[in-house]
């Protein structure tokens, strides 16, 4: 079993940032890959960004409306991913959530066997 808790989240003005993180317990953490995903009001919950780590490095993979400004990044040691979201806009608003996966870069929901409680993020125009 792998527990994950969410952080980070709050009202931030339009163009303003904030970082999520999410901790892992429980397997190892570096074998996993990592996703952060949202659900805004009245819609479906959606891919946001993926992390996935080998021994060769780091893989990044991201949705085209996030793209160029979120990152997504992971502490290994600190079992522990991040979502560093820049430039941000009122349609960011939503409930994030961590989800972690055993299929390298997977943008899909059902992939995910692990998710958080998710954290509310505001974007206020």
């Known amino acids: 079993q792998v527990q994950l808790v969410e952080s980070g989240g709050g009202l931030v003005q339009a163009g303003g940032s904030l970082r999520l993180s999410c901790t892992a317990s429980g397997r190892t953490f570096s074998s996993y890959t990592m996703s952060w995903f949202r659900r805004a009001p009245g819609k479906e919950r959606e891919f946001v960004a993926v992390?996935?780590?080998?021994?060769?490095?780091?893989?990044?993979y991201y949705a085209d409306a996030v793209k160029g400004r979120f990152t997504i990044s992971r502490d290994n040691a600190k079992n522990t991913v991040y979502l560093q979201m820049n430039s941000l806009k009122p349609e960011d608003t939503a409930v994030y959530y961590c989800?972690?996966?055993?299929?390298?870069?997977?943008?899909?929901?059902?992939?995910?066997?692990?998710w958080g409680q998710g954290t509310q993020v505001t974007v206020s125009s």
């Open positions: 989800a972690a996966s055993d299929v390298p870069l997977s943008s899909l929901e059902y992939e995910y066997n692990y």
């Open positions: 992390i996935s780590w080998s021994g060769s490095g780091t893989n990044t």
